[in-house]
């Protein structure tokens, strides 16, 4: 498409959905490339338990952003922002439409949308929120954000102990609510947006998360939690499927009981990415038994209506 505006077509929906396989047949279509932003892939060390794409997926288009890091590497969604802009201002030189495919809703929105601006805060502010988390757990963290910001604590995501330490360590660090710093202004992209959701009845979609987990566990997941054990304090590990298993080798929990958190703590995630996605009003919505045929026809009438 020659000296046509640039085009970022965005797939998001909860885990389990079908979300790469739609990915890939549209980078087929308009022959573009593929920008992951699930913030759970980047990491080499956990193919199996982040759902990595299978190989002949990953070779079926290009594909960036996915086992590019490591656990141990610091890396945020502000690094990912600068970036994934960087990586996509070159492949639209090659080619003007581009895919975006994740469930990550902060990472999905701050490469469409830019991210709020927060000051600068003092290290030990959140060396001490992680110390009373290893102390005291995360309930304890969730009450102090909820008397000291009670609207960022019903709009995060309130059991992931990295968010809730995120806007605690801002309003701690600064004196003001995490929730002053946001909704401001952000730099406007070089690109039109395109957002494609795909949703399914909860039945279909808790049954596929569960046989996903089941899979997981039979390729060899709790294999590779074991290698990652001794570094279950990083970030990156803070995660649905690596700490219910990092229960079970300290000998909290049973094997049996792990996976079944697992289960139930994804279709909890599932839960929040959907309430995530849907507030957001231009996402045109699919069933995951898509007709591609007609997902591309609609996506190509309102490149269209962006020429007019």
Request: net charge positive; hydrophobic share 35%.
């Amino acid at each position: 498409m020659e000296n046509s505006q640039n085009i970022l077509i965005t797939i998001v929906g909860p885990t389990a959905i079908g979300k790469t396989k739609l990915s890939i047949l549209l980078a087929s279509h308009f022959k573009s490339d593929i920008i992951s932003c699930d913030s759970r892939q980047f990491y080499k060390e956990m193919k199996i338990g982040t759902a990595v794409p299978e190989d002949f997926e990953l070779s079926a288009a290009n594909h960036h952003f996915i086992q590019n890091r490591s656990v141990f590497d610091d890396y945020n969604v502000g690094q990912f922002e600068r970036d994934g802009i960087k990586k996509l201002n070159k492949l639209f030189t090659k080619n003007a439409i581009q895919i975006m495919v994740g469930g990550s809703g902060l990472y999905v929105n701050a490469i469409l949308n830019g991210l709020d601006q927060f000051p600068e805060v003092d290290p030990s502010v959140r060396e001490q929120l992680n110390l009373e988390l290893a102390e005291n757990g995360l309930c304890s963290l969730q009450k102090k954000l909820k008397e000291l910001d009670a609207e960022t604590y019903k709009e995060i995501a309130i059991d992931n102990p990295q968010r809730v330490i995120r806007a605690l360590e801002i309003t701690i660090g600064s004196g003001l609510p995490f929730s002053t710093f946001k909704n401001k202004p952000k730099e406007i992209r070089n690109f039109k947006s395109i957002k494609i959701g795909l949703k399914a009845d909860r039945e279909i979609l808790y049954n596929r998360i569960n046989k996903r987990v089941d899979i997981m566990i039979k390729n060899g997941l709790l294999d590779e939690v074991k290698n990652l054990h001794k570094y279950k304090y990083l970030n990156a590990l803070q995660t649905v499927g690596y700490r219910e298993l990092f229960s079970f080798l300290d000998g909290d929990i049973t094997k049996e009981f792990a996976i079944s958190e697992i289960k139930k703590n994804s279709r909890r995630f599932a839960k929040r990415q959907l309430t995530w996605f849907k507030k957001d009003q231009e996402t045109l919505w699919f069933d995951y038994q898509f007709d591609v045929d007609k997902i591309t026809s609609i996506i190509s009438n309102k490149i269209n209506s962006f020429k007019r």
